[in-house]
């Protein structure tokens, strides 16, 4: 199986360390190159390039406490952000952009919800057209119940695409709720997964941890099932992976 091993960076000066470790992409947070200056971003790319790692997709498009599902969300506001953003992750080489947030699209319990979630395909659509004009791809990842109530399984991911109309979108699986998002009796296909975040599954988790030899959980299957399918891509690991995470890994599909 020739997967790409991708780590989560929060922090830009720890690209070389990942590199030593062995990755070979690192995912950078689209919030944190809109605080930078453009001069700022193509240094970056540089120093990216000289550790000899990609950089192909940012996540957190949008900053944390935003939401697309709820009232007085200007989305002509958000996009001129998207405009600016884009701009940058392109310059650092990003080819994709993940939304990922799943609070940004949690829907009311009651009221109007069919308009919020009108709302949010538009947000899709506007997101997707701005990404096309820096040639960037778009990734959607769906969520379990226990974080969202908007876009909790695959298919629902690839419906909400479908709605959209648009070509440059695809889905960004995750370990967390695998079972339920992404059930063993449709894996059939690797058709139209982008992307996949690889992590300790536990719901309960308020973060993203990284897997570890000896906690319980078959990690084995999961990869066994990507590779079955035909997915070659990206598998991105949390920013608390090391060296000894992705040796552990790249056992289990040696």
């Given at each position: ?15 070389e360390n990942c590199a030593g470790e062995g990755f070979d992409q690192i995912e950078l947070s689209a919030v944190t190159l809109e605080q930078l200056k453009v001069s700022e971003v193509s240094e970056l790319k ?95 990842e769906p969520h379990p119940e226990e974080w969202t109530n908007y876009i909790n399984t695959f298919d629902e991911a690839r419906e909400v695409i479908t709605r959209v109309g648009r070509s440059n979108i695809s ?84």
């Amino acid at each position: 199986m020739n997967f790409k091993w991708s780590k989560s960076l929060t922090d830009p000066a720890e690209i070389e360390n990942c590199a030593g470790e062995g990755f070979d992409q690192i995912e950078l947070s689209a919030v944190t190159l809109e605080q930078l200056k453009v001069s700022e971003v193509s240094e970056l790319k540089d120093k990216i390039a000289a550790a000899g790692l990609m950089n192909d997709v940012c996540t957190a498009i949008l900053p944390d406490e935003v939401r697309v599902t709820e009232q007085g969300f200007n989305i002509y506001a958000w996009t001129e952000y998207l405009k600016k953003l884009f701009e940058k992750t392109s310059a650092a080489g990003c080819r994709y952009a993940l939304w990922n947030n799943p609070r940004a699209r949690i829907l009311p319990m009651e009221g109007e919800i069919g308009t919020f979630k009108e709302q949010a395909l538009q947000f899709l659509f506007v997101l997707s057209e701005t990404g096309e004009e820096f040639g960037t791809e778009i990734l959607i990842e769906p969520h379990p119940e226990e974080w969202t109530n908007y876009i909790n399984t695959f298919d629902e991911a690839r419906e909400v695409i479908t709605r959209v109309g648009r070509s440059n979108i695809s889905v960004s699986l995750g370990f967390a709720g695998i079972d339920s998002i992404w059930p063993e009796g449709s894996r059939s296909s690797s058709e139209g997964i982008g992307y996949f975040h690889f992590e300790n599954p536990d719901v309960t988790r308020r973060m993203r941890t990284a897997p570890e030899n000896g906690d319980g959980i078959d990690y084995r299957a999961i990869l066994s099932d990507l590779g079955s399918v035909g997915y070659s891509g990206i598998i991105n690991l949390p920013s608390d992976a090391d060296s000894d995470t992705l040796a552990y890994l790249k056992g289990l599909v040696s």
